[in-house]
């Protein structure tokens, strides 16, 4: 790791580097959705599969499906973070209704499916289903070629993380009416999500790097609206009041983007890794693992990054990892967010197991809490309990 003053990207010795993603288009605006989906076939998507959820069927059927030609079906059986079953059966769904390519809109539960799908086909029929995203969270998946994949066969289940370059969304359409009708908590609490892959992003990078570049900008639009969010209002009737404008939404879906605009050049750390596990083995919802466990492990982590975190600081803070968490927490803490795994039905008793899957799968991360990590990484967990 460079010293925590330096200014150039890790090992710099042997020249820095970006890694980019095979993504043909990317637009952003009100009215996009209407705009690009009548022509999809144009752009050789052709006969798509549409994967969405049932709180969504709805919007499917009036905002959707009238700008589409050929399409081979609507599949929502998408239970939160992928279990392998739900993947094997909307693959035998595309695979007998003929799809050649797939719309996924929804969630990071929803992208992750798509991308998992079209890997599964690659695998078994030598090409991969081209995906066109339509964003209603702001987790990020659309813009990434991370994946995870819930293996439920074991005596628990587990979260296994691929990365397929081929599996990234070919087109991804950022329109702020996607968001409009989000539920609050599901919303903010993937904002923070957002945040989580710009900050740990930082990992292995220096701020020289195109991801701090971006990161920092991104951030820094999500700072700016969330923290005039208004209170207990949900989305909608937010909108409607004039409290929040569409042009807000619109930024917080930019943010999401610059938050995540290098996944391919970038290794996220603890409260990713934390994040797995509580999901794909314990159930929490995905977007919410960041609102428990991100400023917690920043705190446990700073030296790690060092000064690198300055980038989400005003000029000249101090400590900036510190008054980082700090600002995160006040920003959870304010949007009413959960903050605690007390918050879910999880014991203290469940601690010991959530340690020893993050010290056999994740032994590098781990390692950020520097000397005597094993005693840090326990005392880390009982904090966020």
């Known amino acids: 790791m ?33 705009a690009v989906l009548g022509d999809l076939a144009d752009a050789g998507l052709e006969r798509p599969m549409i994967f969405t959820v049932e709180p969504l069927l709805f919007s499917t059927t009036r905002v959707i499906l009238p700008q589409l030609h050929d399409v081979s079906g609507v599949h929502s059986d998408f239970p939160p973070h992928a279990p392998d079953t739900a993947i094997e059966r909307a693959l035998d769904r595309c695979i007998r209704a003929g799809a050649r390519s797939i719309i996924a809109y929804g969630g990071g539960s929803v992208l992750d499916a798509a991308k998992a799908v079209s890997h599964f086909h690659w695998l078994r ?3 991969h289903l081209p995906i066109v995203a339509l964003p209603t969270t702001l987790s990020g998946s659309e813009f990434s070629h991370y994946f995870g994949v ?9 979260k296994r993380s691929y990365a397929e370059r ?8 950022m329109d702020p009416s996607l968001l409009v009708h989000t539920p609050r908590a599901l919303l903010l609490s993937s904002a923070i999500k957002g945040l989580d892959h710009a900050i740990e992003g930082m990992r292995q990078v ?6 701090a570049i971006m990161a920092a900008a991104g951030a820094n639009k999500f700072f700016d609206v969330l923290e005039r969010w208004p209170s207990d209002l949900e989305t909608d009737e937010a909108v409607q009041r004039g ?6 939404l619109l930024q917080l879906q930019l943010a999401a983007w610059q938050c995540y605009f290098y996944p391919a050049s970038v290794v996220y750390g603890l409260s990713h890794r934390i994040g797995h596990i509580l999901g794909g083995t314990f159930g929490f919802p995905h977007s919410v693992t960041s609102c428990i466990t991100l400023a917690p492990v920043i ?3 700073e030296a790690r990054y060092g000064s690198k975190l300055q980038l989400f600081n005003a000029p000249g803070e101090a400590n900036p990892g510190l008054a980082l968490a700090a600002r995160i927490e006040r920003l959870v803490s304010c949007l009413g967010l959960p903050n605690r795994l007390r918050s879910f039905d999880i014991g203290l008793s469940a601690l010991p197991e959530i340690a020893d899957l993050l010290r056999t799968n994740y032994k590098r991360e781990v390692a950020d809490l520097g000397e005597d990590a094993d005693r840090k990484l326990d005392t880390l967990l009982r904090s966020v309990w």
Request: aromatic content about 2%.
């Open 150 to 158: 819930t293996e439920t066969s074991g005596v628990r289940p587990f």
């Open 166 to 173: 081929a599996t990234v969304p070919k087109i991804v359409l």
């Open 125 to 127: 029929h030598g090409h």
């Open 299 to 301: 705190r446990s982590c």
């Open 2 to 34: 460079p010293k925590s003053g330096s200014l150039r990207s890790e090992d710099a010795s042997n020249g820095a580097i970006l890694r980019c993603l095979p993504q043909d288009t990317l637009r952003w605006g009100v009215g996009v959705v209407d």
């Open 206 to 211: 220096d701020v020289d790097h195109p991801h």
């Open 243 to 248: 409290a929040i404008r569409l042009d807000d």
